[in-house]
């Protein structure tokens, strides 16, 4: 294996630099974040699964734009879920560290693919939320679905292309340079460039939504004063400011579950992290999990279109269920049954 500098608070480490990262020190701390992967990586491919089925099965919820959006957000959730359950629990808790330094560097390309697709799918679900309300009358004009397609091409390249940089030669053992405290064989200067790129993309997320707020905030003026004349448009608006409080309440989450791991990150780049802190990091990692599972749930409970969909489902499922209890066979039982129970009265009288 690549041998590289060390983390100066885990220098007690000797031989397998991979041991000095393997921070969980007891069996209750292995088996908590074996459990918690387990549950919220297996509910999150499970839910995103299902909303992945509820756009695409549905041919009126696929050709909007928006829920293209959504689409590659869950797309994004279900990959990072696999790719970060395996590799994490395989590494804190089976303490598995045979794999090369390009193995380890593919593994977390592809989780940091995936996390960096989610969080833009975010921005890009922002963005069509603002021109959606700022120009309605010329929003189908501006973003079609091919021009939806290409954004979301160009998103996932240029997240694969960031996330591979390591891969590719930016990490401290080939440069010879400081490596990070949390990630082995990352260099601290592009964990710096990764955090500062995350930093602007959360930053015009929020951005494009406090301008989609406010704009929310003037139509439902506007439909107060209008009701009677508006009609259609007033259902439309309505839709549009439902849909804008549902991202908010997505980024809500966002926030919430990653800023512990981003404060956690810049923090190990000015200064030293002790083996609690990097314990505590271990544990808040877990949160991404935990972002990915939630987001299902708020567009089920706050999409009526993705509601509906999944009512649709359910009642198909619930009729499929029905169905051996109604076939020919069970009818024809059923009317034997009664014709013999009418000639045993018939004999009886």
């Not at 940089?165 to 990352?186: H, Y």
Request: glycine share 4%; aromatic share 10%.
């Amino acid at each position: 294996m690549d041998s590289c500098r060390i983390p100066a608070n885990a220098s007690k480490c000797s031989g397998n630099t991979m041991e000095c990262f393997m921070v969980l020190s007891t069996q209750a701390q292995k088996i908590s974040i074996g459990i918690l992967c387990g549950l919220f990586g297996t509910m999150c491919v499970f839910e995103n699964s299902l909303v992945l089925y509820l756009i695409f099965s549905s041919p009126g919820i696929r050709k909007k734009p928006s829920y293209l959006f959504i689409g590659s957000l869950a797309l994004a959730d279900i990959l990072a879920s696999i790719i970060f359950v395996c590799s994490f629990v395989n590494f804190h808790v089976f303490n598995e560290a045979g794999f090369s330094k390009e193995v380890f560097l593919l593994q977390l390309g592809g989780v940091n693919t995936s996390f960096s697709a989610s969080l833009s799918s975010l921005l890009l679900t922002a963005l069509d939320r603002y021109l959606s309300i700022s120009r309605p009358s010329q929003y189908k004009l501006l973003m079609t679905r091919k021009r939806a397609w290409t954004a979301l091409a160009v998103l996932w390249v240029t997240c694969a292309t960031i996330a591979g940089l390591p891969l590719l030669g930016w990490n401290c053992c080939t440069l010879d340079s400081s490596c990070s405290e949390l990630f082995p064989f990352v260099d601290d200067n592009y964990l710096s460039g990764w955090l500062c790129w995350v930093v602007v993309l959360l930053g015009c997320i929020v951005c494009a939504y406090a301008h989609v707020l406010w704009r929310a905030r003037q139509h439902v003026a506007y439909m107060e004063q209008h009701q009677a004349q508006a009609g259609k448009q007033n259902s439309r608006m309505r839709m549009d400011v439902m849909l804008a409080k549902t991202l908010v309440m997505v980024l809500a989450v966002l926030m919430l579950c990653w800023s512990p791991v981003l404060v956690l990150m810049i923090y190990s780049i000015f200064g030293r992290l002790s083996d609690r802190l990097r314990k505590v990091f271990a544990f808040c990692s877990t949160l991404c999990l935990l972002n990915s599972m939630v987001n299902p749930i708020i567009y089920a409970l706050r999409s009526k279109e993705l509601f509906s969909s999944l009512r649709r489902v359910l009642s198909h499922f619930r009729r499929q269920l029905k169905a051996p209890e109604e076939s020919p066979e069970a009818e024809s039982s059923h009317k034997s049954s009664v014709i013999e129970t009418v000639c045993e009265d018939t004999r009886a009288v």
